[in-house]
Nanobody
Framework: QVQLVESGGGLVQAGGSLRLSCAAS????????MGWFRQVPGKEREFVAA????????FYSESVKGRFTISRDNAKNTVYLQMNSLKPEDTAVYYC????????????????WGQGTQVTVSS
């Protein structure tokens, strides 16, 4: 079993920055790829970014590429999402999750989700 706790969300003006953290406990964190997803009411959970267990493979959605950076610290059992140049359309609840399947890009391939952290970007 893995427990994930996201933090770092909040209210920020457009163009601002936030750094999300996802702290993991339980089963061996460093052996798994991790992902960040986001969701707005009435829509499906959307892939944002993912990172392999070593950090050597990273993916971003086209909508955040060049603005967001995913990283991880296996010694601290934590994965981060640095979000810069935020836009109102980035407003969502952000979730981290553990990849237990094969594809980085689909929520169904992930298990052990956190409770989410709200990010609100005002225009």
């Amino acid at each position: 079993q893995v427990q994930l706790v996201e933090s770092g969300g909040g209210l920020v003006q457009a163009g601002g920055s936030l750094r999300l953290s996802c702290a993991a406990s339980g089963r061996s964190f460093s052996r798994h790829a991790m992902g960040w997803f986001r969701q707005v009411p009435g829509k499906e959970r959307e892939f944002v970014a993912a990172i392999s267990w070593s950090g050597g493979t990273i993916f971003y959605s086209e909508s955040v590429k060049g603005r967001f950076t995913i990283s991880r610290d296996n010694a601290k059992n934590t994965v981060y999402l640095q979000m810069n140049s935020l836009k109102p359309e980035d407003t969502a609840v952000y979730y981290c999750a553990v990849l237990t399947g094969n594809s980085y890009f689909y929520a169904s391939e992930y298990e052990y989700w956190g409770q989410g952290t709200q990010v609100t970007v005002s225009s």
